[in-house]
Antibody
Framework: QMQLQESGPGLVKPSETLSLTCTVS????????WSWIRQPPGKGLEWIGY???????????KYNPSLKSRITISGDMSKNQLSLKLSSVTAADTAVYYC??????????????????WGQGTLVTVSS | SYELTQPPSVSVSPGQTARITCSGD??????GYWYQQKPGQAPVVVIY???ERPSGIPERFSGSSSGTTVTLTISGVQAEDEADYYC???????????FGGGTKLTVL
């Protein structure tokens, strides 16, 4: 059974960089898309971006245009981990951050799939 | 930016049928997906590719699509179905993943 586990600091100061890691077990990040998704307290889901293996150890990324200037998502195949860095954070970035696997992507018929495995989520609070 | 529109809330009595709609201009071109989220838990996919139901999801959950609207139908609603429901699809530009704003289903 595939499991995803997010880890990282629960408190980040304004203007600093939020850094999270997602460790995948029971599956490999060498195939399919792997996303970060967040949910501010009491609000809806927001897709942040994804990585996918484009061959060998190289990863391609796609980011939410509204966050693109502040995001870096990377992958480490040797550790089966994906990471998220979000720079210049403000209180508006306070949220539960999830990593998730995206399935059902078929280019070009279904370029966006659905998220069938999720981590439990980790709350990150931005506060001084 | 592109949006998927859901009603904020739907209320039904146990045993009745709940229908939750999701509207978006790009839905005729892209599949719709539905998630159930209970408090303190990660979302769970209940419908994928407009109408498909994952294994383990009760048969009372079904999906449909017509034009710019996809619909999640829960027949014979049970108390355990009370949750937030989110639709998800893609826009036409990236395409990028887009979520609807969510619908709170209340079982009276």
């Amino acid at each position: 059974q595939m499991q995803l586990q997010e880890s990282g600091p629960g408190l980040v100061k304004p203007s600093e960089t939020l850094s999270l890691t997602c460790t995948v077990s029971g599956g490999s990040i060498s195939s399919q898309h792997w996303s970060w998704i967040r949910q501010p307290p009491g609000k809806g889901l927001e897709w942040i971006g994804y990585i996918y293996n484009s061959g060998n150890t190289k990863y391609n990324t796609k980011y939410n245009p509204s966050l693109k200037s502040r995001i870096t998502i990377s992958g480490d195949m040797s550790k089966n981990q994906l990471s998220l860095k979000l720079s210049s954070v403000t209180a508006a970035d306070t949220a539960v951050y999830y990593c998730a696997r995206e399935s059902g992507v078929v280019v070009p018929a279904a370029p966006v799939g659905y998220f069938d495995y999720w981590g439990q989520g980790t709350l990150v609070t931005v506060s001084s | 930016s592109y949006e998927l529109t859901q009603p904020p809330s739907v209320s039904v009595s146990p045993g009745q049928t709940a229908r939750i709609t999701c509207s978006g201009d790009a839905l005729p071109k892209h599949y719709g997906y539905w998630y159930q989220q209970k408090p303190g838990q990660a979302p769970v996919v209940v419908i994928y590719k407009d109408i498909e139901r994952p294994s383990g999801i009760p048969e009372r959950f079904s999906g449909s699509s017509s034009g710019t609207t996809v619909t999640l139908t829960i027949s014979g609603v049970q108390a355990e179905d009370e949750a937030d429901y989110y639709c998800q699809s893609a826009d036409n530009s990236g395409p990028y993943v887009v979520f609807g704003g969510g619908t709170k289903l209340t079982v009276l």
